[in-house]
């Protein structure tokens, strides 16, 4: 099979914002894998943009690539690849990464008997553990566990992998688990990195149950409501349209995790759940991005 790929260099933020531009792209071509990272490791504002795919890439794809970029796209250099698998040509240079307890590893990599082990492949363009919010959310979880946060119930809004979901179920075994996606091919891939990571998919406590809706919009999501825990890492605007829908839907006194959020929305985003009665139990920053851990008021 013949492998080809499309790369263009520019600035860390320019290229973050690309790989956005593309979980957002409801309509960009399935068939473009798209990934971004560090030219070098001591160089970390240099970044490239790689988008990998298996035939020679037309006019069409590069004006589908460009169309990521919120300026002008830096230019876009054609490569044709040797004759390897190129999906594990795409996966090359994705180390694990250690957040909390959790190993987040590409099937390619050896898992840590030592830590809680997770291979979800880097073709998955985000919730692989490699974006700095997807990090930071396992880390905050791990954080949430220790400081003693009992979850009989919880929701992971725009799963994608499947990744924080997953993470969840390992902290609190026992608990009813949903995850949903407004991207109807989240559903493919959660149920097969559930199988890849030994996660239980079905509808009892300690199953998966995966759902395609935008926000809470499905009668399960809200079947299943009032959440002890709800996990949204998606963006600001959504977060903040969604607000009282989310608010609504946490028992009091339970939990919300938010990321998604650039530093500078984090204050939009704080105002509009301060609004419906959600305080700041913890936060912190990972390279440009704010992770929130929120509670809801015991009384309203």
Partial sequence: MSAWKLSGEASKQVVQAALLA???????????????????????????????????????????VAGLFAGEAPELEAEKLPDQDWVTLS????????????HVRTPEHDPDPSMVDFAIPASQAFGTGQHETTAACLAMLDLMKREGIAVRNHADIGTGTGLLAFAAMHLWPHALATASDIDAVCAG????????????????????????????????????????????????????ELAPDFAS???PGGSLLLAGLLQTQEAEVRR???????????????GDWSILWLRKSRIR
């Fill in 22 to 64: 593309h979980d957002e792209a409801w309509d960009f071509p399935e068939e473009l894998v798209v990934s971004g990272r560090e030219i070098a490791e001591d160089k970390p504002n240099d970044w490239i943009l790689e988008v990998w795919l298996e035939r020679k890439p037309t006019a069409a794809d590069r004006k589908a």
């Fill in 189 to 240: 891939v959660v149920e097969d990195n559930a199988a890849l990571n030994d996660v239980a998919m079905g509808n009892k406590g300690g199953q998966l149950t995966m759902v395609i809706a935008p926000g809470m919009d499905h009668e399960l999501l809200q079947a299943r409501a009032p959440y002890d825990l709800l996990i949204a890492n998606i963006l600001a605007g959504p977060l903040v």
């Fill in 272 to 286: 509009a759940y301060r609004a419906q009665g959600l305080r700041l139990a913890r936060r912190v920053t990972n």
């Fill in 91 to 102: 996966q090359q240079g994705v180390e694990p990464i250690r957040a909390g307890r959790f």
């Fill in 249 to 251: 839907s946490i028992t």
